[in-house]
């Protein structure tokens, strides 16, 4: 089955600068990114997905990056605000099966 | 907030009992994942149901079983719990058949095993 990984698992940033988490996938199959955000004692909550005939998509702050041929995908915060704090979860799926397989977290706190 | 809820919210059991978790779907989606996150952990994929069928089972022993109802409402059953399964567990509804692959997830129910 398809094994994701994310890194880093903790980072801090000032407000206002920027936070950069990646994760790579190992099964080519895999054509839907998703990134997943979730704060403490709820939900995760769908913040941006790409697909595989994407190299890139941004909505405000947020932008994804996929790089299919090394199988890797990241996410870019722009201008943090310390409601960005929160564990973000990256997943992989494949469109046919739609069941994802989630990255392991990155716990991001943003320094006001 | 998305449409998706399951009950309970909390639910404290003792090794070897059973439990049943419920999931109802959002309004328009027909296909129901389950998942278990542990503290500190993604959530790993435990089954799927589309059209009342299990519809493919991440890396779970058989005494996690499931159920999806002409609603597409769904049941999560673990049997024989250990101390291992005290997890959030999440249920996510999506809609299987078109290009999108958006799942929306419910709030979760603790479970505590002691």
């Known amino acids: 089955g398809e094994n994701v990984e994310q890194h880093p698992s903790t980072l801090s940033v000032q407000e206002g600068d920027s936070a950069v988490i990646k994760c790579t996938y190992s099964?080519?199959?895999?054509?839907?990114f998703p990134w997943y955000k979730q704060e403490l004692g709820k939900r995760p909550q769908l913040i941006i997905d790409?697909?595989?005939?994407?190299g890139e998509k941004k909505d405000q702050r947020i932008a994804v990056t996929l790089n299919k041929t090394a199988k890797h995908f990241s996410l870019h915060i722009t201008e943090t605000q310390p409601e960005d704090s929160a564990v973000y979860f990256c997943?992989?799926?494949?469109?046919?099966?739609?069941?994802?397989?989630f990255g392991t977290g990155t716990s991001l706190t943003v320094i006001p | 907030e998305t449409g998706v809820t399951q009950s309970p919210t909390h639910l404290i059991k003792t090794r070897g009992q059973q439990v049943t978790l419920r999931c109802s779907s959002q309004s328009g989606h027909n296909t129901v994942s389950w998942y278990q996150q542990a503290l500190g952990q993604g959530p790993q994929f435990i089954f799927q149901?589309?059209?009342?069928?299990?519809?493919g089972r991440g890396n779970f022993p058989p005494r996690f079983s499931g159920l999806q109802f002409p609603n597409y409402s769904s049941e999560l059953n673990v049997n024989a719990l250990e101390l291992d399964d005290s997890a959030l567990y999440l249920c996510?509804?999506?809609?299987?058949?078109?290009?999108?692959?958006?799942?929306?997830f419910g709030p979760g129910t603790r479970l505590t095993v002691l």
């Open positions: 099964d080519s199959a895999s054509n839907y």
């Open positions: 790409i697909r595989s005939n994407v």
């Open positions: 997943a992989a799926s494949y469109h046919t099966g739609n069941q994802f397989y």
């Open positions: 996510a509804s999506s809609l299987m058949g078109g290009l999108i692959n958006e799942q929306f």
């Open positions: 149901y589309y059209r009342e069928e299990e519809n």
